[in-house]
């Protein structure tokens, strides 16, 4: 009974996390948020009670039964087995409470609904990449509202953790095995996306933002991305494609050095490789940096580029080499 | 870190001081080592589990691999092993009843077993040497075809060269993890080359070399342990010529029983789990 | 050696002799501690090792904070930043936490409390302090050979593939763990075979217990982090693939390993510390320890308990619902124990003579912290909420409110508990108190702050992170100044006292266990008298003394053997 109105009481859940937030918790933005929330201040509310108790009855004692001269402790009974089987008792039930919430809660939020809408996901070393249905590509996760979405992530390396506060949600990418997680957005708006799995270098740079669109406009959004190879100049292309494949994670386009050399100025440029040798950065070499980049390393940098090999088709390739020769210094 | 002399003190000279007597220091060096026991199980343990987890999931890489063992060199480690746990429990008892003499032939026999079951070894491993069945990130094997092989007789050659194609596996057997089609590769696709498969090809499941990296790490470990009892062999061998162990205190020759009987009962598992399946 | 029988009244006769013989200069010479056998000097040893690995991990933990003072780069790179949290992580676990209290306290007190001269294995504990020191020596070895970044979890694939020291790393914790390993077998013998006539199970100081139930999950546990290091370092020296998906292995694999040990080795933390609290909360508030077969009962509850629950590190790896749900479950079965505890040491203060001496005020601040600590396992117990928080500073706070608030805050009450029994001199209470605020206050502002920060979302092992957490940042730094300072206070006051201070009687407290029952510092062999034993908290036994400035027992025949 008493069950079924705590149950009934869940569905009003929504409301646990007003628009804005909390002190606690980030504005909840997902069908799952609520209930999170919902448990998370019910559990808050619980261990207030028993901190509240704990240290009230500690001040209370330290005061009362301070040691004062010529007086011991009050005689008294050092054990109660009916004490004992009460204070046992009641915080075993409490548990049970909060784990039974918490097992519901997980049940939905590993369960995604049949009719989700799939994206893929890469995770590498240290950036996201999103590929929607039609093939597109992009480094943010753009995604209807209200509609069941499902990521099948995959990591190319190390294990990730795609996480994202507003949603409550959080899986591990682990590298030779695919993941999945589910989430239904409610309220439009840009959501920080990060990776909560240490892998590294610039883990917290691992960023990326949940673009959450009004209703209708995905698809809009979608189509006109899609085609960006066709509707842009191959420079532009080139240059979104840097930005949203992971190149711009380790490659500067204003001279900088980072965990890669930088674009600036690269073509026509004269390398030093590790082996010693040195080679013109052409075309040629360009195209292989991308599909074989173990087999060029500039003198100074790690071997830790992954390979594009299969992820980038002879399109998107050429749309790259020529933004790379666009990048000439001043 | 001597212990303090015993000398003129009018007790068991092998009574340490801080016990009261010596059934209680006996009893305390008894549990210790059973307790030591005890953590060398869950230590070798780990392993066991590794076993149990990837041959659960990929039984196919077991039924294929097993078959580059020699099952009657492992069966001959095993017997040896079992004959050495019986003269050095009989060494003990020697211990127990005063006899020196015999107590250092028991203690010599079950060292020269011991080395006898790492020359075993030795032949085991050179063989997988050889035939680069190693483990994962140094397997290449090159098991080749009969004609090859005959120049090296004996029963390693013979048992490699007939590689069987793998017996079908039961559908039940058969691991349920499907192959992702063009599925994540893992660390660095650049740096992944395809391994080299030799004669080997048709039969071979993928990731056969998990086999050898498990076999390598149980056996490699268990062989360490082996070293290890035998150096403490040794000591006793040398204090039993000096009259030690047959006063009334054999502990030190009990204690080194009971860690030989785990290693001997831990090589029995590995020689059920790693040789013997079907 | 010197019996004092000038002494008024008929108890003082029969006092500990003082003077004659210390263990602390007798015998002489460095050899005589390098090799020593004596467990209160391998006891000192330890501490004073432990308390150094605790100033590295705090000089670690301070740059850390430092760092995160700003967004973005403070005072280093990303790069040096990930090393700074794996060398903070690694030291405090294996170097400090985890041998802590068993060895620096435990060695010195558990056979003083039996009774007796020594462990039952001696040669074994100077072998478990060298082997400590061995792992140490690895470790810095690391840290010289361009340190870790793996984390203090070294996940593979990560470790198997990083370029920095993993190897040296991991061995360091490998030999390190048969330190612990060799300390708990020492401990479960010693109080298997040496317990005094008497003292039955259930009349065994409940700090025994404590250090009873550690020694067990030291023992079965800890052999598994040996060969989860083991084919880690195998893994990247000679790439057996066990862990590599690349070469057929399963990086969740080394999460289970690797957690198998990692979750009980934190009830080898806090079980200790537990212990103290029973021991002191009993004596400072002048009445027999409330409950004492329940408090003993959940220390081993928790202990066996601490086995099952490993898998609450890993709800969003991968492993199956139905694997996540029972974790989840077992997970709350072993938050009851601890607060039957809590209750009890509660209901041992109601009506009883408390006096707020340095012991005691740790006693209260590890009740205030461990609570916190201990509710806030919930969040992380229930599956849906642990989603949210898993990998989020809302875990880092609740493991420092438990480790440090719980396990640091006792060990320094134990500290300062038995201090004038180890050294024969008392500390400034003054400057006690004001190093505990210091420490109370520094805490709460550094770790609070990040309750706050984890459940809005900012993530772990974080060199860079968005604007919106600065000021939390920020206040959480100035926090852990303010405890770093109170550290400094406690430092020169100990440190003073073992010089200046006013010298110690044998039973400053008038507590009734047996390590009270001889001088202060104890002699080499320890009781001049073989002792029966009664009730370990019958604390009317004793009787306060000015002649002696200590208190004695008011019928010394009552537990010697013979009457």
Not at chain 3, 172 to 187: E, P, Y
Request: hydrophobic share 50%; proline share 6%.
């Amino acid at each position: 009974m008493i069950y079924e109105q705590l149950l009934r009481s869940l569905s009003h859940v929504q409301e646990a996390t007003p628009k804005e937030g909390t002190l606690w918790m980030p504005p909840p933005v997902s069908t799952v948020a609520g209930h999170v929330d919902w448990l998370f201040y019910f559990i808050l509310g619980v261990s207030t009670f028993f901190f509240l108790l704990i240290v009230g009855l500690m001040v209370v004692f330290i005061v009362r039964y301070r040691r004062r001269e010529g007086r011991g402790a009050e005689p008294s009974t050092s054990h109660n087995t009916a004490l004992e089987v009460t204070w046992t008792a009641i915080p075993v039930v409490v548990v049970i409470v909060i784990f039974i919430f918490g097992f519901k809660g997980f049940l939905d939020m590993a369960t995604p609904p049949g009719n989700a809408y799939e994206i893929q996901v890469e995770a590498q070393k240290w950036s996201w990449s999103f590929t929607y249905p039609t093939g597109y590509v992009d480094s943010n996760l753009h995604v209807p509202v209200n509609r069941p979405v499902k990521l099948v992530m995959r990591s190319a390396d190390v294990i990730h953790s795609l996480y994202v506060p507003a949603f409550r949600i959080k899986r591990d990418v682990v590298p030779g095995r695919y993941a999945t997680a589910w989430f239904e957005a409610t309220q439009p708006g840009e959501y920080d996306l990060f990776c909560a799995e240490y892998c590294g270098t610039s883990h917290s740079d691992m960023l990326a933002h949940v673009v959450v669109h009004p209703p209708g406009e995905f698809e809009t959004w979608l189509a006109k991305a899609s085609d960006f190879l066709d509707t842009m100049t191959p420079v532009e292309a080139g240059r979104k494609l840097f930005q949203v494949r992971g190149c711009q994670q380790c490659h500067s386009v204003d001279g900088s050095a980072r965990i890669g050399p930088t674009m600036l100025g690269v073509f026509g440029h004269e390398q030093q490789l590790v082996t010693g040798e040195r080679v013109v950065a052409d075309e040629n070499y360009l195209r292989r940096s991308v599909l074989e980049p173990a087999a060029q390393v500039v003198a100074g940098y790690d071997p830790v580029m992954p390979t594009y090999q299969g992820r980038l088709n002879d399109r998107e390739i050429d749309a790259l080499v020529e933004y790379l020769k666009s990048l000439k210094e001043q | 870190m001597a212990a303090p002399s015993h000398a003129g003190h009018g007790h068991d000279p092998h009574l340490a001081h801080h016990f009261e007597n010596p059934a209680q220091q006996s009893q305390a060096v008894r549990l210790g080592m059973w307790i030591f026991l005890a953590t060398e199980v869950l230590f070798f343990g780990g392993l066991f589990v590794a076993y149990s987890v990837y041959r659960a999931n990929n039984p196919e890489i077991f039924v294929f691999a097993h078959q580059f063992l020699d099952k009657n060199l492992g069966a001959l480690n095993t017997v040896i092993l079992i004959c050495s746990s019986f003269t050095m429990a009989w060494a003990v008892r020697a211990a127990q009843l005063r006899q020196a003499g015999l107590l250092r032939l028991m203690l010599a026999l079950t060292l020269l077993c011991a080395f006898g079951f790492l020359g075993v070894k030795a032949v085991e491993y050179h063989h997988k040497w050889e035939h680069g069945l190693l483990w994962a990130r140094q397997y290449q094997p090159q098991v080749h075809a009969v004609g090859h092989d005959s120049g090296h007789g004996g029963t390693e050659g013979g048992a490699a060269a007939a590689v069987e194609p793998a017996p079908a596996v039961p559908d039940g057997d058969a691991t349920t993890i499907p192959q992702a089609p063009e599925g994540p590769t893992g660390l660095a696709a650049a740096a992944a080359e395809p391994l080299p498969s030799g004669h080997v090809a048709a039969a071979e499941p993928r990731n056969a070399q998990v086999f050898f990296s498990i076999y390598f790490m149980m056996t490699g470990l268990h062989g360490i342990h082996v070293l290890g009892g035998m150096a403490v062999m040794a000591w006793l061998l040398v204090g039993s010529f000096r009259g030690a162990f047959t006063d009334g205190y054999f502990t030190p020759v009990d204690m080194t029983g009971l860690y030989w009987h785990l290693v001997d009962l831990i090589w029995i598992y590995l020689f059920l789990l790693l040789y013997l399946i079907h | 050696m010197a019996v004092d029988t000038s002494a008024a009244a008929a108890p003082a006769a029969d006092l500990p002799g003082t003077g004659g013989p210390s263990y602390l200069d007798h015998p002489r010479g460095l050899g005589s501690w390098l090799f020593t056998l004596d467990h209160k000097r391998i006891g000192v040893m330890y501490l004073v090792a432990i308390l150094t690995s605790f100033l590295l991990g705090g000089v670690f933990a301070l740059l850390v904070r430092t760092e995160l003072l700003t967004p973005g780069p403070t005072i280093m790179d990303a790069d040096t930043y990930n090393k700074m949290f794996t060398l903070h992580g690694a030291v405090m676990v294996f170097l400090f936490i985890i041998p802590g209290i068993p060895a620096a306290l435990g060695n010195f007190v558990l056979p003083l409390m039996l009774g007796a001269k020594d462990v039952a294995l001696p040669r074994l504990n100077l072998a478990s302090f060298y082997f400590w020191v061995a792992g140490a020596v690895f470790s810095l070895v690391s840290i010289v050979l361009g340190a870790v970044d793996t984390g203090w979890t070294f996940y593979t694939p990560y470790s198997t593939t990083t370029s920095s020291a993993v190897v040296s790393m991991t061995l360091g914790a490998f030999i390190l763990g048969f330190s612990s390993i060799f300390t708990g077998l020492n401990f479960i013998v010693t109080i298997h075979t040496m317990r005094p006539e008497g003292m039955s199970w259930f009349k065994m100081p409940l700090f025994l217990w404590g250090l009873y139930s550690t020694a067990i999950i030291q023992v079965l546990a800890t052999p598994v982090l040996g060969i989860t290091l083991l084919l880690l370092a195998a893994e990247r020296v000679l790439g057996i693939g066990i862990f590599d998906p690349a070469l057929g292995g399963d990086p969740v694999l080394y999460q289970h390993f690797f957690w198998f040990y990692s979750h009980p080795a934190v009830y080898i933390m806090i079980l200790p510390a537990m212990g103290i609290i029973s021991e002191v909360v009993s004596v400072f508030s002048g009445k027999h320890i409330f409950g004492y077969r329940f408090i003993a009962a959940s220390s081993v509850a928790i202990a066996v308990l601490s086995f099952l629950v490993w898998g609450h590190h890993m709800f969003t790896s991968g492993q199956s619902g139905l694997t996540n749900v029972i974790f989840s479950a077992l997970t709350f079965s072993v938050a009851i124990p601890s607060a039957v505890k809590v209750f009890n040491w509660l209901a041992t203060m109601y009506k009883g003579s408390i006096r707020l001496a340095a012991p005691m005020v740790y006693v209260l601040s590890f009740l205030f912290l461990f609570a916190i600590g201990g509710l806030t396992g919930l969040f992380l117990g229930a599956l849906s909420t642990d989603i949210h928080l898993h990998d989020t500073y809302f875990v880092v706070a609740h493991f420092h409110y438990v480790m440090f608030g719980g396990t640091v805050i006792a060990f320094l009450g134990g500290i300062h508990y038995w201090w004038p029994k180890m050294f024969g001199r008392m500390y400034s209470e003054k400057w006690a108190a004001v190093a505990a605020l210091l420490i109370f206050v520094g805490f709460n502002l550094t770790f609070f702050t990040q309750f706050v920060m984890g459940s809005h979302g900012m993530p772990r092992r974080y060199f860079n992170y968005l604007p919106e957490f600065t000021a939390y940042h920020q206040a959480s730094t100035v926090g852990s100044y303010v405890l770093g300072l109170g550290f400094v206070v406690m430092a020169a006051y100990l440190l003073h006292s073992l010089v200046r201070g006013a010298k110690a009687p044998a039973n400053p407290w008038g507590g009734a266990t047996f390590e009270w029952e001889t001088t202060s510092p104890p002699k080499p062999h320890n009781f001049d008298r073989e002792l029966v034993a009664g009730d370990p908290y019958d604390l009317d036994a004793l009787v306060w003394d000015a002649a002696s400035g200590g208190y004695v027992r008011r019928d010394p025949a009552a537990i010697r053997v013979g009457g």
